[in-house]
């Protein structure tokens, strides 16, 4: 009676599985199908699988790479750049504050960590026009524009992305022994050389997961690339510009769509490759913390 009961558990959790991965991948499963037709078979049927030919896929997205209005090189080389000069600087910054924060035992590094944790439930929408009037006034004070530039959006990233990355990686150092940092003072090291020399490589793993997550993030992003850097600005990210395609192709879902496939893709392919660092770095951090 046991091992039935057990059986039916099990068989219960995979139902229950099935049905919340087909509710959350059926968009993409839409997205992709459709991405494969002409805009005549996607508005006759979109679910339906009438039309569908790889033939047809490469054309699309062919069209998609070398229409001047979508210009997809120019987006995706703002989208990588915004993200892996925000992903560097998330890692280095977010490091050296973790450990601060948590070799430092005095209220002041208590007060801010917790204040890295309390921003982590405000909502971005209660601080987007703050946000937008602030960099725009601080724009004017140091000469240098703020909004529709990579250096303004990349500091908005460092900041929004801080709480997270601080609050992952301190859980991580607390499990480092002190003997290590004791012992390279004894050597003769620097505050500074311990910590590149001793502490972040040893931070490697957890780095990995939070580069990963943050990177998933910042790639996908709309709302705060298309309030900082606007829908006709020179700068734009990939979601941004897919946008504004679906302002010049309303009618034209195949290429809408198939623009779409070309933002994801590439997240897709690096969570696939990754998430077994992902899962490892979420768990070291977890048990050392």
């Known amino acids: 009676m046991h091992t039935k009961e057990k059986t039916s558990r099990v068989v219960v959790r995979f139902i229950i599985a099935v049905i919340v991965a087909a509710y959350v991948l059926f968009p993409f499963f839409l997205v992709v199908i459709n ?4 805009t005549a078979d996607i508005t006759a049927n979109p679910v339906g699988l009438n ?18 209005h979508f210009l997809f090189w120019q987006a995706f080389g703002y989208s990588l750049l915004i993200t892996v000069l925000s992903l560097v600087l998330l890692a280095l910054f977010g490091s050296m504050a973790a450990w ?16 890295f944790i309390a921003s982590m439930i405000i909502p971005f929408q209660v601080v987007m026009l703050p946000l937008i009037s602030t960099f725009r006034d601080v724009g004017k004070f140091v000469g240098i524009s703020m909004l529709q530039s990579v250096h303004g959006i990349v500091f908005a990233y460092l900041g929004f992305g801080g709480a ?25 090291c620097s505050p500074e050389q311990t910590f590149f020399m001793i502490i972040f490589p040893l ?19 709309y709302l705060l690339p298309s309030m900082m850097l606007g829908q006709n600005g020179a700068v734009k990210t990939l979601p941004v510009a897919v946008q504004a395609f679906v302002g010049s192709y309303v009618k034209q879902w195949n290429l809408i769509l198939a623009a779409a496939l070309l933002a994801i893709v590439p997240m897709i392919i690096l969570f696939l490759f990754a998430q077994k660092q992902i899962m490892e770095g979420m768990i070291e951090g977890a048990v050392k913390g």
């Open 100 to 115: 601060v924060i948590c070799r430092n035992h005095t209220k002041w590094s208590t007060v801010i960590y917790f204040t």
């Open 164 to 188: 997270m990355t601080v609050f992952i990686l301190t859980g991580f150092i607390k499990g480092i022994p002190m003997d290590l940092e004791e012992a390279a003072s004894i050597d003769g």
């Open 35 to 38: 991405s494969c037709k002409e």
């Open 203 to 221: 931070l490697k793993p957890v780095i990995t997961t939070v580069t990963i997550l943050n990177g998933m993030w910042i790639w996908n992003d």
């Open 51 to 68: 039309g569908i030919g790889f033939k047809q896929l490469i054309s699309n997205l062919s069209d998609v790479i070398t229409n001047t």
